[in-house]
T-cell receptor
């Protein structure tokens, strides 16, 4: 029972480089989310997808793009990485946006130098 | 501007003691208040949650106290154990909206 799987677990990028963070869930959930976690800031929502085919901005969307590839997969892309995007990124899923419990992946630690 | 303010940022407690984490909010539309527990290198996981129509909810050694008039809620960890050492996040949700998280509290339980 894998739950929510994120890849990669660690990544170092140079300023200006691009990369895509991958996320897949096997719980047949409709909604998926991308959060970033920074010390003292809690978890801040970047983008979410209420259902397959839809995506919406969260609190801190600038510098990111997302793709809901299918019901299972939701990717996060950094087109031109900046040091301010150094963070730990978490993907999560839930049955639907109004549902109570969100299930999180193990995170991707990204460093931009 | 954080809609959910959490304190303290860190907490050290002796084994067997009580850990208390507090959260305050402004948005009266929030209708669901979960607490998440996160161990190092792992993603957060739901620990316990409460709705504003009750003032207290207990699950094992974990208790949420909710004060609707003060717009505050807290997590109490009774008989704290070294295995409880983790970061705890409070959160709040308004119907139709996403979860808003507090800044987190790192709890260390000393044996």
């Amino acid at each position: 029972n894998a739950g929510v799987t994120q890849t990669p677990k660690f990544q170092v990028l140079k300023t200006g480089q691009s990369m895509t963070l991958q996320c897949a869930q096997d719980m047949n959930h409709n909604s998926m989310y991308w959060y970033r976690q920074d010390p003292g800031m809690g978890l801040r929502l970047i983008y979410y997808s209420a259902s397959e085919g839809t995506t919406d901005k969260g609190e801190v969307p600038n510098g990111y793009n997302v793709s809901r590839l299918n019901k299972r997969e939701f990717s996060l892309r950094l087109e031109s990485a900046a040091p301010s995007q150094t963070s730990v990124y978490f993907c999560a899923s839930s049955e639907q946006v109004l549902n109570t419990e969100a299930f999180f992946g193990q995170g991707t630690r990204l460093t931009v130098v | 501007q954080q809609q959910v303010k959490q304190s303290p940022q860190s907490l050290i407690v002796q084994k067997g003691g009580i850990s208390i984490i507090n959260c305050a909010y402004e948005n009266t539309a929030f209708d669901y208040f979960p607490w998440y527990q996160q161990f190092p290198g792992k993603g957060p996981a739901l620990l316990i949650a409460i709705r504003p129509d009750v003032s207290e909810k207990k699950e094992g050694r974990f208790t949420i106290s909710f004060n609707k008039s003060a717009k505050q809620f807290s997590l109490h960890i009774m008989d704290s154990q070294p295995g409880d050492s983790a970061t705890y996040f409070c959160a709040a949700r308004a119907a139709g909206n996403k979860l808003t998280f507090g800044g987190g509290t790192r709890v260390l339980v000393k044996p």
